[in-house]
């Protein structure tokens, strides 16, 4: 089990999602693994966000691989992870609990529960009602005796025949058998008005071409024919979405396409993920007119409001985001659901953040109390009891069982210290992540009160701070002077503690100084300040580019590059605007050789993003000109953005496939004599492609690994080890924390021994 973080809704944090099984094989024919699958739908998403936001997505899932019997599911589970958007439908016999999928975070999910397929029907809810069609689509099915180049006449026909009224058709490939063809609608019509035009069409065209069309359902009409099927446009009638994987034997996709390939389909055929991407990635989303974005307002109370029903439920459910409150008020309430527990909220930022306790709060400090955390609640829940009526989310008595205030010492994505002072609860209690929304609830065995790490201005030297997170997003629409723009670095994130001595903390708040000699001239510099700084430690090449592969194979040469101070001899800085902090920064800077603080790059976004992608760099982080420095806190005040990069690599082994001549390529990157191991890649092939490099590589072949890097056994298994005498390039994301590449694909061979 691994996690990773992904992209979060407009808006809403990144989230770290729980992944497992990632090499587990999905499609045998092909190799495709559950990880690759994930890496494709998390890499897709801002192409497919559109084409499914706002609908209900119903799964159909291939747990053990597309060999193995596959299920539909249509309500969301009650493990679902809490952040994930929903929305509810009666149905004739039943409610049903449908996702809306609107993140990379969501797309990730789909792909860990093995959820090949996303069909989605052609409306959208319109607030938590089923809403109007937005787009008719028709579902050319060949029969036996027709085949891909009978449906791509229809489809043409179906574009010449829509747009004789004026409307535009898109046309998608199925993944499966057939054409879809979508047509946007200018104004929303009800699902059956929707049918009824889609009816017309398709039985006008059998009219006109009675010998290739048949708009009949019996299954005997078909043959020699395409089956023009309108009845997709029923509002209980879902569609595989655009860019969905496909459970048949190779992993080919919903792909969209340019009507000129339509009209040359000599050599149309169904396309595969990999394909699919590198198009997208090149040519953008061919689909981008048909589904506009939905209105993006969302707020840190939207999940919550996505889970109830304001008609069906006492609860309060505000519409505006959530005002400020004093901060440090709590509520638990005792719940009487399907399963009794204790829900522990704390106000934060206008919320409350929230705990399931299942056994109660903890009142001595051997009991280490499981706490599920769930979606933020509005500050209105502070004082509601009442009775949840059944069949809503939650639903049972709730009556409020202690309230008061409390004091915050720590506030970390994954701890949380506070003293509780209230009519039952009162003292120190810890709130410990373990994994996922997994949490416990401890009663602190140290009771004496401690000064808190302060956010506004205590004398007391603040030790263990955790840094301030970006969030993912654009950073090209950002301006001066609002925002100011840093490059983003490829290196480890570290807070440096200064005070007579230098301390080193990783991101997680681990005890680092010891990998990095170099900052230790810092106390030297600096003797005399006490100073708490936020930066990166890194390699630099000869460019002046950071290099993750150097710093992952000997971190003791690494440099400082500081981009925050957060206390300096006696005051916090903390709630210092980010400009005051930066000046107080580059004086600090100065002073201290060993400290090189991060040049700002000049505005607009769209700039500094243009001469990041000219410089090598991993992207750009733009900073709100007067934003508060929030320690734990990922915040839209900070926005980071990362480039498509590329990098050249030589392979160092490979991984079978019993359906392609490789499964994967193993990757390392050249560093003096060594040859540091970063990654595989199994994407961006062609077959011909791969059928060359794996006759280099057999040629290559070798019983040792050339990997002078340390692999999990994990990244060892039915490894094939090769002299790395191949070199290549890769495209990738990002870098991992553990120097890892994140999403690579396969851009080609650069040089090879003959």
């Given at each position: 089990?691994v ?54 997505v ?46 990379e ?5 789909l ?109 005997s009409?078909?043959a ?20 969905s ?65 304001a ?72 004082d ?8 809503e ?56 009160k ?6 506004t ?97 000997d ?23 980010y ?46 000109v ?129």
């Amino acid at each position: 089990m691994v996690r990773r973080e992904f992209r979060g809704a407009p808006g809403e944090p990144d989230i770290e999602v729980e992944l497992s099984n990632l090499d587990k094989i999905l499609y045998p024919d092909t190799g495709t693994t559950k990880g690759e699958v994930i890496a494709y739908y998390s890499a897709i998403t801002e192409a497919i966000g559109p084409h499914i936001a706002g609908r209900p997505v119903t799964r159909k899932r291939w747990p053990n691989g597309v060999d193995h019997p596959d299920f539909f599911e249509k309500n969301l589970p009650e493990h679902a992870p809490a952040w994930i958007h929903r929305a509810a439908i009666q149905h004739s016999s039943r409610r049903v609990v449908y996702p809306l999928i609107g993140s990379e975070a969501g797309m990730a999910w789909l792909g860990q529960q093995a959820a090949l397929e996303i069909h989605v029907p052609q409306w959208r809810f319109d607030g938590a009602e089923r809403g109007p069609a937005t787009r008719i689509v028709f579902d050319l099915d060949p029969g036996p005796g027709a085949g891909l180049a009978e449906c791509a006449r229809v489809a043409l026909a179906v574009r010449d025949m829509v747009a004789d009224i004026g409307m535009r058709a898109f046309p998608v490939t199925s993944g499966s058998k057939g054409i879809h063809v979508y047509v946007p609608l200018d104004r929303p019509v009800s699902s059956r008005g929707a049918s009824t035009v889609a009816k017309q069409v398709a039985t006008n065209l059998e009219k006109l071409h009675p010998d290739l069309v048949t708009a009949t359902m019996a299954k005997s009409a078909r043959a020699d024919k395409v089956f023009l099927d309108w009845s997709q446009n029923n509002a209980a009638k879902t569609t595989i979405a655009p860019y969905s994987l496909r459970g048949r034997a190779e992993p080919n996709v919903a792909a969209p396409r340019d009507w000129s390939e339509i009209e040359n389909a000599k050599d149309l055929r169904q396309l595969r993920f990999d394909e699919v991407l590198a198009r997208c990635q090149t040519g953008g989303d061919l689909l981008a007119d048909l589904d506009p974005p939905l209105p993006a307002h969302p707020d840190s109370l939207t999940k919550y409001r996505s889970m109830r029903d304001a008609r069906r439920t006492p609860e309060p459910v505000p519409a505006d985001r959530p005002p400020p409150g004093p901060g440090d008020r709590y509520v638990v309430q005792e719940h009487h659901a399907r399963r009794l527990h204790w829900d522990v909220r704390l106000e934060r930022d206008g919320v409350l953040a929230s705990w399931a306790v299942p056994k109660g709060p903890p009142t001595e400090p051997k009991h280490n109390r499981l706490a599920v955390r769930t979606e933020d609640h509005p500050l209105e829940y502070l004082d509601f009891h009442g009775t949840i009526p059944k069949g809503e989310y939650g639903a049972g008595e709730m009556s409020i069982w202690d309230s008061g205030t409390y004091r915050s010492e720590k506030w970390r994505d994954d701890e949380v210290i506070v003293e509780f002072d209230g009519k039952r609860l009162q003292g120190r209690y810890a709130f410990i992540q373990t994994k996922g929304d997994q949490w416990l609830m401890h009663y602190m065995r140290d009771q004496v009160k401690r000064e808190p790490v302060s956010d506004t201005g205590s004398r007391s030297f603040p030790r263990g701070l955790s840094p301030m997170l970006a969030t993912a997003g654009e950073v090209e629409p950002l301006r001066p002077p609002d925002w100011a723009f840093e490059t983003k670095w490829d290196g480890f994130r570290v807070i440096v503690e200064v005070d007579d001595a230098v301390t080193v903390r990783s991101r997680a708040g681990n005890l680092v100084t010891a990998r990095y000699p170099r900052f230790a001239a810092l106390a030297e510099e600096l003797a005399g300040h006490r100073v708490v700084l936020d930066g990166e430690a890194v390699v630099l090449d000869a460019a002046g580019l950071s290099d993750i592969s150097a710093l992952q194979a000997d971190s003791a040469r690494a440099v400082f590059i500081a981009f925050d101070v957060l206390y300096l001899d006696g005051t916090s800085l903390l709630r210092k605007k980010y400009t005051d902090r930066r000046a107080v920064l580059e004086a600090l800077g100065e002073l201290a050789p060993s400290m090189n603080v991060s040049a700002l790059l000049e505005g607009p976004g769209g700039a500094a993003m243009e001469l990041s992608r000219e410089q090598g760099q991993e992207g750009v982080i733009a900073k709100r000109v007067d934003s508060v420095y929030q320690p734990g806190k990922r915040a839209q005040t900070w926005i980071k953005q990362r480039n498509w990069r590329s990098r050249e690599v030589v392979i160092g082994g490979w991984r079978p496939s019993t359906a392609r001549p490789f499964k994967s390529l193993l990757l390392g990157i050249p560093h003096e004599d060594e040859l540091v191991y970063v990654g595989r890649v199994g994407t961006g092939f062609d077959t011909n492609q791969q059928r060359r490099i794996a006759e280099e590589l057999h040629r290559l072949g070798r019983k040792t690994s050339p990997f002078t890097s340390e692999m999990t056994a994990e990244e060892r298994k039915d490894a094939r080890w090769v002299t790395p005498s191949v070199h290549g390039t890769v495209r990738f994301q990002a870098w991992t924390d553990t120097g890892r590449l994140w999403h690579p694909v396969w851009d080609g061979v650069t040089r090879s021994p003959r």
